[in-house]
């Protein structure tokens, strides 16, 4: 049984920083792509960033240039950087994963909840 593990959330005032690490277990195989969505009370749930297995990131507009996403192949990790944190980022993130079977992101963690206060 794979699962996504997250861990890294909490509280945190505007400007600050939180990192979110993600793990898979239950998988020894080569994960092709993670990636991190949030979702805010009331809202439909977001694309905030992801990276491919050759290591090239992507981001949401709204993030660009605060959140850095990054993985680790042999421990099968990704992580969220994120600085200058808003309140308006505060929403339960998650992790999912892509393990290239054509169909979409095959794996997605619990969520973790990331709250910004102002």
């Known amino acids: 049984q794979v699962q996504l593990v997250e861990s890294g959330g909490g509280l945190v005032q505007a400007g600050g920083s939180l990192k979110l690490s993600c793990v898979a277990l239950g998988y020894t195989l080569s994960i092709n792509v993670w990636a991190w969505y949030r979702q805010a009370p009331g809202r439909q749930r977001e694309f905030v960033a992801s990276i491919s297995s050759s290591g090239a990131p992507t981001y949401a507009d709204s993030v660009k240039g605060r959140f850095t996403v990054s993985r680790n192949n042999d421990k099968r990790t990704a992580a969220l950087q994120m600085n200058s944190l808003k309140p308006e980022d505060t929403a339960v993130y998650y992790c999912?994963?892509?393990?290239?079977?054509?169909?979409?992101?095959?794996?997605w963690g619990q969520g973790t909840q990331v709250t910004v206060s102002s």
């Open positions: 999912a994963a892509d393990i290239g079977s054509g169909l979409g992101y095959d794996f």
